[in-house]
């Protein structure tokens, strides 16, 4: 290409070498420095300090994110969805993001299940927490980490 | 004392020879042999097999793929009369592309008789723009112009590529494979350097794919949305440091003609979706 | 941005009592806030905040999406099938600006 500037003629090992330094802090398992208060703040506003339960609540997201663009993240939660036990509301946390909230979903008996699947953006590695809140009152949590690395180059 | 450790297990993973040819998943991948002898690899694999399933699912599902939004406003512009004559690209396009709507997402890049030399999808759509409704041109990278290509190649979409690099498009073939090779920018490298010596290794985070370009135009997360081809090599270029060609830049159509031979017997997957 | 037009999956027929999946896409980039331009302006923040799903005009699944979705939101959640009717999809964007589509289901 006429147009290409042939500028240090650095060796391939010294530019590969470029890309690493760049690279180091994008490596996998990178221990994310999580706002664990912001959500526990979160947790306490939704369920009034009530306590929070646990089960029945399984979580689709993957182990390791390729990139933090859009990570899937999907729920489904074990319920008869009957008009006196449904599950009302679900709300999906992010404890390494600028802020916690990602969304809330909101459910009526009419779904007949209760389930969801969206994608998400992840700034690094960090916990999701998945807040389930019941029709009778009483609330229920599950969490998972999920490791997000940062893509290699490509324009 | 940790940069340098870092720094020499960074380099140390990029510059290990053929460490991990096999694309990433559990070998269920489609591995297709080369029938032209001049290929230079043993083995070709689409992009989609060095990506985890998280990505992989969102492309098998078209009610998820992203891209399939831009296709869906392909299809509108497709089918939408403009122009001094009174016809939409769906009426007169099968002419202009010179090989049946089902073959084109197969064949393109490919010489084209009324052209007058190897051209790709976009210029030919713009040839038939111009020359035969009497439309103004897409700008290359315009929402349009991915729309229409991306609607296009869908149309051929699990049929196997097959471009065609000899009689008058070799001179074409000859140069897209001399740049192929060729050293470029301030880091002094070449397509090469990762997409034949080291697919399958890691560059930062990135397992690298072997470049082909079979699911163009395709969804990027890292674009956010859908890119054509020449986006991707101007895209390359500038993380390299070398100076970027204009789309559609002859250059750029040969290095298309080229990469998309390499990729000859894959599975044309357009709209993908990619890292 | 160009034309905001969704792209749903709704079966056109279904068993009574079955559990549908609906799969719903939208076009937009769901701008944060915090991302800045070429010239290191902030780009203001304007996503789709709410997703609501109604059938026969009842509102039976609302989603409230906050910055953290990615762009091009997609969401995808179940229905029990119990009678034919129409639903409505409406995206709701920063602004109160809606988009919106309709898909008829049989239910027999």
Redesign the interface.
Same mark, same amino acid.
């Given at each position: 290409m006429k147009h290409v500037l042939k500028m240090t003629n650095i060796s391939r090992r010294q530019a590969l070498g470029l890309l690493g330094v760049a690279g180091a802090a994008a490596l996998v398992g990178m221990p994310a420095h999580a706002d664990g208060a912001g959500v526990a703040a979160k947790l306490k506003s939704l369920t009034g300090g009530k306590p929070i339960g646990a089960g029945d609540i399984t979580l689709d997201l993957p182990e390791i994110a390729e990139n933090g663009?859009?990570?899937k993240v999907?729920f489904s939660i074990d319920s008869p969805?009957s008009a006196d036990n449904y599950v009302k509301a679900v709300h999906v946390m992010?404890d390494g993001?600028? @802020?916690p909230?990602?969304?809330?979903?909101?459910?009526?008996p009419?779904?007949?299940?209760? +389930?969801? +699947?969206?994608?998400?953006?992840?700034a690094k590695t960090q916990n999701i927490i998945v807040l389930a809140e019941m029709s009778d009152g009483s609330f229920k949590q599950a969490q998972q980490t999920v490791k997000v690395t940062i893509g290699g180059c490509g324009g | 004392m940790r940069l340098v450790l870092t720094l020499t297990i960074a380099v140390g993973l990029l510059a290990s020879p053929a460490l991990a040819k096999t694309p990433y998943h559990d070998g269920t991948a489609e591995v297709i042999k080369p029938t032209d002898k001049r290929h230079p690899l043993s083995e070709i694999v689409s992009g989609y097999d060095f990506r985890k399933a998280m990505i992989r699912d969102v492309q098998d599902?078209?009610?998820?793929?992203?891209a399939?939004? =831009?296709v869906?406003?392909g299809e509108?512009q497709w089918n939408k009369v403009e122009g001094t004559a009174g016809k939409s690209i769906a009426q007169v396009f099968e002419g202009c592309a010179e090989v049946p709507l089902n073959t084109v997402g197969a064949v393109y890049p490919r010489y084209h008789k009324a052209g007058g030399k190897v051209m790709t999808l976009e210029q030919v759509i713009n040839l038939c723009r111009e020359t035969v409704m009497g439309a103004k041109p897409y700008k290359w990278e315009s929402?349009e112009m991915l729309g229409v290509t991306a609607f296009i190649k869908l149309q051929s979409r699990g049929s196997r590529m097959t471009v065609a690099v000899d009689g008058p498009a070799a001179k074409t073939f000859e140069r897209g494979k001399e740049l192929y090779y060729t050293r470029f920018g301030q880091l002094d490298m070449s397509c090469a350097h990762c997409h034949e010596d080291n697919y399958g290794n890691y560059i930062r985070a990135d397992m690298l794919s072997q470049g082909q370009i079979n699911g163009f135009p395709l969804y990027r997360l890292k674009w956010?949305?859908v890119g054509s081809v020449h986006r991707r090599f101007r895209g390359c270029l500038e993380n390299i440091r070398a100076s970027k060609p204009a789309y559609g830049d002859p250059d750029l159509v040969a290095l298309e003609l080229y990469t998309a031979w390499r990729g000859n017997g894959l599975k044309v997957e357009t709209p993908a979706y990619r890292n | 941005m160009? @034309?905001i037009?969704p792209?749903?999956?709704v079966p056109k027929k279904a068993a009574v009592?079955e559990?549908i999946e609906i799969?719903?896409?939208? +076009?937009h980039?769901m701008h @944060?806030g915090?991302a800045k331009d070429k010239k290191g302006n902030k780009i203001p923040r304007k996503i789709i905040n709410r997703f609501i799903a109604s059938?026969d005009g009842?509102? =039976?699944? =609302?989603?409230?999406?906050?910055?953290?979705?990615?762009?091009?939101?997609?969401?995808?959640?179940?229905?029990?099938a119990t009678k034919s009717g129409e639903f409505k999809f409406t995206w709701v964007e920063d602004g109160g600006a809606e988009y919106t589509a309709a898909n008829k289901m049989t239910v027999a």
């Open positions: 663009n859009a990570v999907a969805m992010a993001n600028p @802020t909230e990602v969304a809330t979903f909101n459910f009526t009419a779904m007949g299940a209760c +389930s969801a +699947s969206t994608r998400m953006r992840l | 599902d078209d009610f998820a793929n992203p399939m939004l =831009v869906d406003y509108e929402r956010n949305g | 160009a @034309t037009k792209r749903v999956k009592d559990i799969k719903a896409l939208i +076009s980039p @944060t915090r059938f009842q509102e =039976v699944f =609302v989603a409230n999406f906050e910055p953290a979705i990615s762009a091009n939101p997609f969401i995808a959640f179940p229905f029990k």
